[in-house]
């Protein structure tokens, strides 16, 4: 399973879906049964768009669940991948990994069944005080994200102890989830009463929503396809959409470096550095950008230069990272 980001391959080059799945059970039977089972119940929630043409909070009823159940999917099989990387010689590791995988199963086991939940009910599942029942139920999804980022944590330090026969795909794997741990901590920011809410409180109004995914704008406005992101205010999603996905692209972006010949570890293991710190600044302004309650497709003076001054220093340090090399082939 060490061998390819995507799992085993046959001798024509082509990836092995049965085999990567069975490395993946081996690894962590339940916890590859929920990724699988995740994906399944996704299908049915997209056909739930097309099915029921209910509308809450401005979006399709059913598309929360299914951008839930396609994050999940892509989660937990990566989490099961990553796992199969600790050294299982030591006790502790592998019940710590263990109880990792124990941690995410319940966890998602609990959030799919509260936002399904809340769709049955016409309601939202996130930022819902309306009733006794709706504020348990954002509790109880909070309790159980909060418990899940503290598995996070276990899992880096499992993967800091390791040892690979790669140090750049070693790297890549840790920084990803370093950055998702971040990422993750990031949708905290939405559970915050906005200033509006909190006017609303003081003159009287009694308390139905705490929290919000807008910022400058009520949520449920006007929204980019498919994702649902405000094009009219700043939307905090936007970050931790890009944090909770480093777990990918991070550590493929290893696994790529890793593969190229002509790059020694001296080379690429900086890249892969170069990369992930790019990745967090990035991450890290488009929450800024959404603080400020602008939309993603309407960057000011500011954010665009801040994005270009990212760029311009990733890939002056790239070009400085890979300057020995190009010298000796100079010569």
């Known amino acids: 399973m060490a061998t390819s980001i995507l799992g085993p391959r046959d001798p024509l080059g082509r990836v092995d879906i049965v085999g990567a799945i069975r490395s993946l059970w081996r690894v962590h039977a339940p916890l590859t049964l929920t990724g699988l089972l995740m994906g399944v119940l996704t299908l049915f929630f997209i056909a739930g768009i097309f099915v029921d043409g209910r509308v809450i909070t401005g979006a399709p009823a059913w598309l929360k669940p299914t951008k839930f159940g396609i994050s999940i999917t892509l989660y937990t099989l990566t989490l099961t991948w990553m796992l199969g990387f600790v050294d299982r010689s030591s ?3 592998r019940r710590a990994a263990a109880a990792v995988a124990w941690v995410a199963v319940v966890t998602f086991a609990i959030e799919m069944t ?4 809340q769709v049955v009910r016409g309601t939202t599942s996130h930022f819902n005080a309306a009733t006794p029942f709706d504020a348990t139920v954002v509790a109880t999804m909070g309790i159980t994200i909060l418990v899940l980022w503290v598995a996070n944590f276990v899992t880096a330090i499992l993967l800091l102890a390791q040892r690979f026969e790669s ?3 070693g790297w890549g794997l840790r920084l990803g989830l370093l950055l998702t ?3 993750m901590g990031l949708g905290f920011l939405m559970t915050d009463p906005t200033a509006q809410q909190l006017a609303s409180w003081q003159g009287g109004e009694p308390i139905t929503v705490i929290g919000a995914h807008s910022v400058g704008v009520p949520d ?4 980019m396809p498919v994702t649902g992101w405000s094009t009219e205010g700043g939307d905090l999603r936007i970050g931790h959409f890009v ?5 990918q692209v991070v550590p493929f972006v290893g696994w790529f470096l890793s593969r190229r ?4 570890p001296a080379r690429s293991v900086p890249l892969t550095w170069i990369f992930a710190a790019a990745y967090a600044a990035i991450m890290l302004l488009l929450t800024w950008q959404a603080l400020r309650a602008q939309p993603l497709v309407a960057p000011d003076a500011v954010t665009a230069g801040a994005f270009l001054s990212i760029v311009l220093l990733a890939g002056s340090a790239s070009l400085i990272a890979l ?9």
């Open 91 to 93: 006790k502790w590791k």
């Open 114 to 117: 509260a936002i399904v939940t």
């Open 167 to 169: 140090r750049t795909f």
């Open 181 to 183: 741990i971040v990422g």
């Open 220 to 223: 449920g406005g006007e929204g």
């Open 243 to 247: 944090g909770m996905h480093a777990l």
């Open 261 to 264: 010949r002509r790059l020694s």
């Open 323 to 331: 300057r020995p090399r190009l010298r000796r082939q100079a010569g």
